[in-house]
């Protein structure tokens, strides 16, 4: 059964930072695209960031240059470093992969989901 775990999230003052994981076990994802999307109170679950089974990141243009995408594959886990938060990043972050390589943004791009870890940014 493939699991997607994420950690990491929580409280943080605007202005802080924070790194979220999203473990995977199950299977190994190591040539597939993963991604991490949030879904703030009332809204829908947007995209944030992306990297593919082939090392290229994509960002929404909301997170560019704050938060940064990597992946270890020998651990088969991703990883979300935010800085610079603000306010409006608060909100659920989830975790998915793909059976592809390369995927979208789109949320039906994706096979496989954790279950969020929540972070929240006061000002």
């Known amino acids: 059964q493939v699991q997607l775990v994420e950690s990491g999230g929580g409280l943080v003052q605007s202005g802080g930072s924070l790194r979220l994981s999203c473990a995977a076990s199950?299977?190994?994802?190591?040539?597939?695209?993963m991604t991490w999307f949030r879904q703030a109170p009332g809204k829908e679950r947007d995209f944030v960031a992306t990297?593919?089974?082939?090392?290229?990141?994509i960002y929404a243009d909301s997170v560019k240059g704050r938060f940064t995408i990597s992946r270890d594959n020998a651990q088969n886990t991703i990883y979300l470093q935010m800085n610079s938060l603000k306010p409006e990043d608060t909100a659920v972050y989830y975790c998915?992969?793909?059976?592809?390589?390369?995927?979208?943004?789109?949320?039906?791009?994706?096979?496989?989901w954790g279950q969020g870890t929540q972070v929240t940014v006061s000002s």
């Open positions: 990297i593919s089974g082939n090392m290229l990141r």
């Open positions: 998915a992969a793909a059976r592809k390589v390369v995927a979208g943004t789109e949320i039906s791009d994706y096979e496989y």
């Open positions: 199950g299977r190994t994802f190591h040539g597939n695209a």
